[in-house]
């Protein structure tokens, strides 16, 4: 039975030249409190925030485990294509578009974990929900050399709060390495 982490999608074959393409730069958290704002956040060493379109390499700590990880969309609020499923009272739902390839020598087991950081420091899980009026959730059970899973993950959120980043953390590793972060 494969491991559910987000939902349902299929896993396909990435394109040759996405196997194939250059790293990208590594996204350490860098929380800047604008959303979408562009540059380098100096409180974190200078290193690059990733954004909506941006990948990031992810590397695990087994030899082998390498994604390319990218944040294609986010939409706030998310909403069901099933009219009664909805968010309970003072909560709402954010959904970020995810894309997963296995660049990396070896299949790549269960996927990670991931979570969205609010203006006032608290991270959110990843909640189970049925398809989107945007998409299909994502499946993750595992993926050979060059495979893609794609689809939406969810989180839910009070009303109130502001999500201003995204993070993926590897299964596999220690806390702050194999990570990616984009702001939103």
């Not at 495979?147 to 590793?173: C, H, K, T």
Request: with cysteine; net charge negative; aromatic share 8%.
């Amino acid at each position: 039975m494969p491991l559910l982490l987000f939902g349902a999608t299929a896993c396909q074959g990435a394109p040759e030249q996405a196997a194939l393409a250059p790293a990208a730069a590594p996204a350490v958290p860098g929380d800047d409190g604008a959303p979408g704002a562009a540059g380098e956040d100096p409180g974190r060493d200078g290193v690059k925030v990733a954004r909506v379109g941006e990948s990031v390499r992810v590397h695990g700590a087994q030899v082998g485990r390498h994604l390319q990880a990218e944040l294609r969309a986010y939409v706030d609020p998310a909403v069901s294509v099933e009219k009664d499923f909805a968010p309970p009272a003072g909560k709402r739902w954010v959904a970020a578009s995810m894309s997963f390839v296995n660049v990396g020598g070896s299949a790549y087991g269960s996927l990670g974990h991931m979570w969205a950081h609010d203006s006032a420091g608290q991270r959110h899980p990843v909640v189970p929900t049925g398809e989107l009026t945007t998409g299909k959730p994502l499946v993750f059970d595992s993926l050979a050399v060059g495979e893609r899973a794609e689809g939406w993950v969810v989180f839910e959120i009070p009303e109130n709060v502001r999500v201003v980043r995204l993070q993926y953390q590897d299964a596999n590793v220690q806390a702050n390495t194999g990570e990616g972060f984009w702001a939103v």
